[in-house]
Each structure stands twice: as C-alpha cells, then as structure tokens.
C-alpha cells in the first residue's frame, strides 16, 4: 500500500507538481481515478470517467483511509483543480453542480502511468514534459507576472503583490511626492524579501541603531532640506502607531538629531476608523483612498484660520 503511494509521489514530482500537490491525498486521487488497488501492477491501470464521490469512496475502501463527504472540497481544491491546470485529469464539461458532473485521468495520463516501473518510464515522462509546461514553473511564472512595479529613488523595483506591499507602493508613489517631496526612501521592507531597499550608511549617518527587521518601520523616508525623518507604518490589518510603537521608534532612534514625523497609512477609511482609537497623539494619518488629505493628531498645532 504504502509504496504505491511513494511511486505516486514520485510521479508527481517528476512531472513538475509543486510541494502541496505531492501530499497523500494527491497521491490517493491519482490512484483512485487509475483505478490502482495495493496489489495490482501500473499496467493495469485505467481512466474512467469518476466522481469526487467515488474518489473517496475507493480510498477509503482500499486505502484504508476514513475521508467523510464533507472532505470533497479539500480533494477538489488541493488536487483536481491543480492536476487539470497541469493537463494531467479533464472533466465532461457539465456543470460543476451537476451529478453527472465527472473527471478522468487524461489518455496520456493514464499512457504514462502505465509504463511506471518499466524501461519506458522515463521516456515517457519526457514526451509529457516536452508538450506540457510544468504546473510548478507555471505558478513561478505566474507569480513574476502578478509583482507590482514601483519606483523608489528613480529605479524601478517589484513588490510581490499583497493589500499590504499594494499600500507601500502608494506610500512611496503618492503620499512621498505630496507630503515629503524630494525626500529619499532608506527604507522598505517586501512581504517576501524583507529588505528591499535598505541604505545602511545612510541610516548610520543619520543616527539609525539598525535593527532586526520587524522592528523597523514599513518605510523611512528622509528629506534633507528640512531635515526630516518620516517614520511610516503601512496599517492593513496590524501595527498603527500606537503609543508602544512610537516608543519603540524612538528608542532605535534616540541619536537621531533629525526632525521625526510619525505616519500611519492605511488602504482606506473603513480601516482607518478601525484603528482610530488606537492612534497616538503627535502622529499623522494618511488614506491612500484620499491622497491630498492628511489627518493630524496634534492638538492646537495646526489650528488657526485658512
């Protein structure tokens, strides 16, 4: 039983699968739509048309497993939905409510499964390979074309895509030139790669005990001609300023001689009012939805007539 499921997993790997679509149940979807039992040969296996119903139905009964009906969602969006992307199963076109809505192993799918253990193996996968792009290249790609080009001090860099990174870019590409203009940006981190733009000297130079990156603030910027240092949190879902923030800041920061500006950002003022009370006084507040405004929590600085 056990090395059925092993060869399984190696014919996904082979074939380019990515990590998750190489786990058990993957494995027992593939041997269930072969029609593959513990003691039968590869060779014997086949591509009926079959139900998620009927997955389950053969993995409990000749796999030994206990996957309820209520699992058909998990097999659905873990396997059959990555191996038909990946040309390795199709289905009958009905609607996928429908109950005579079915998939099935693929002819060469099923060409290939059959020469497993066999001199042909080999051959056979590199025919697959030739004509189908790996499903784990096919992500990769995927993921090259879905970053988001952002320009930080006249050079174009590529966030990787998120609520959060889609916040910094408009922190650097719209609240920078209004309300820090001609200012640098020192610092930003990435979702994925934490230090995007990191310039260390300048840091130092400035007064920056240079930390562990999840202390640092999403973005520094610094604008020499005033000589200020803004300090800005990008606010999706954690991390405002908040008073425990502002002293943490501060605390990095204490041979910084510059002028500090304490920015808290946010995607839009539904998520702003959510964390309203939680903002410190002295602190300023911008919304990306509202980019010429900015909200000031500064007491009777800012008060006069317009």
């Known amino acids: ?8 997993r190696e014919f996904l790997q082979t074939i380019g ?10 494995c027992y979807v593939i041997l269930a739509m072969a029609g593959v039992k513990p003691d039968m040969s590869w060779s014997e296996a086949t591509n009926e048309w079959i ?4 997955i ?4 409990n009964a000749f796999y030994g497993m206990s996957y309820a009906e209520n699992s058909r969602e998990t097999f659905r969006k873990q396997a059959l939905h990555r191996f038909r992307t990946a040309a390795l199963i199709e289905d009958n076109g009905k609607a996928t409510n429908s109950p005579n809505y079915r998939y099935r192993l693929t002819e060469e799918t099923v060409q290939i499964l059959r020469t497993m253990g066999t001199p042909k193996w080999r051959e056979s996968i590199k025919r697959f390979l030739c004509y189908h792009e790996k499903l784990i290249d096919l992500y990769a790609s995927k993921k090259k074309m879905t970053m988001m080009p952002v320009n930080i001090n006249g050079e174009s860099f590529k966030f990787s895509t998120g609520k ?6 408009a922190i650097i590409e719209e609240f920078a030139p209004r309300f820090a203009p001609n200012s640098e940006c020192l610092y930003v981190g990435d979702t994925i790669e934490k230090d995007l733009v990191k310039n260390v ?10 930390t562990l990156h999840d202390k640092m603030p999403d ?8 000589d200020w240092i803004y300090f800005v949190e990008s606010v999706t879902s954690v991390g405002p300023m908040d008073p425990k923030r502002i002293l943490e800041i501060e605390e990095m920061t204490k041979d910084v001689t510059a002028g500090k500006i304490f920015v808290t950002a946010f995607l839009d003022f539904k998520t702003y009012k959510k964390f309203a009370e939680e903002l410190a006084w002295e602190t300023e507040v911008w919304i990306a939805e509202m980019p010429e405004h900015m909200i000031h929590l500064n007491g009777d600085k800012f008060m006069g007539p317009r």
């Open 51 to 54: 139900r998620i119903h009927d």
């Open 56 to 59: 389950i139905q053969f993995v």
């Open 164 to 169: 959060h990174n889609e916040l910094q870019k």
């Open 201 to 210: 000297e300048k840091l130092k130079e400035l007064g920056f005990e240079i």
């Open 1 to 8: 039983m056990e090395k059925k499921i092993e060869e399984t």
């Open 219 to 226: 973005v520094v910027l610094y604008r020499e001609d005033k």
């Open 17 to 26: 699968m990515p990590k998750a679509q190489q786990a058990d149940i993957c």
